[in-house]
């Protein structure tokens, strides 16, 4: 009995952590789209990708820090890179490359 509900306790945990994730991804294309289309610039393949995650303390408490990476592109040609870093919901940093 023990041994199923610490079972479905961590699998609890696993879908929520997955969940919180797919929710930054999502929050983080937004966030890429709009600025792109705030610069003239196309965000290539409408999406990004996750490249380090990491914990931070805030005010809030402990959070996860996510830096995204996403590709650009100035009137079609040349790849250019950009990412962007979440802490929890909240934007920390966008960049894109010049």
Same mark, same amino acid.
């Given at each position: ?6 079972? !479905?306790? $961590? *699998?609890?945990?696993?879908?929520? @952590?997955?969940?919180? &994730?797919? =929710? ?16 003239? !610039?196309? $965000? *290539?393949?409408?999406?990004?990708? @996750?490249?380090?995650? &990491?914990? =931070? ?9 996510r ?10 040609t040349?790849?250019q ?18």
């Amino acid at each position: 009995m023990t041994s199923t509900l610490i079972l !479905l306790i $961590l *699998l609890f945990a696993l879908a929520m @952590l997955w969940l919180d &994730g797919a =929710r930054a991804r999502e929050l983080a294309i937004g966030i890429s789209k709009a600025a792109c289309k705030q610069q003239g !610039l196309q $965000l *290539l393949d409408d999406t990004v990708s @996750l490249e380090r995650i &990491g914990l =931070r303390w805030t005010t809030g408490g402990l959070r996860f820090r996510r830096m995204f990476r996403f590709e650009y592109s100035i009137e079609g040609t040349l790849r250019q890179n950009g990412y962007v870093i979440l802490i929890g919901p909240q934007l920390e940093l966008i960049h894109l490359h010049e």
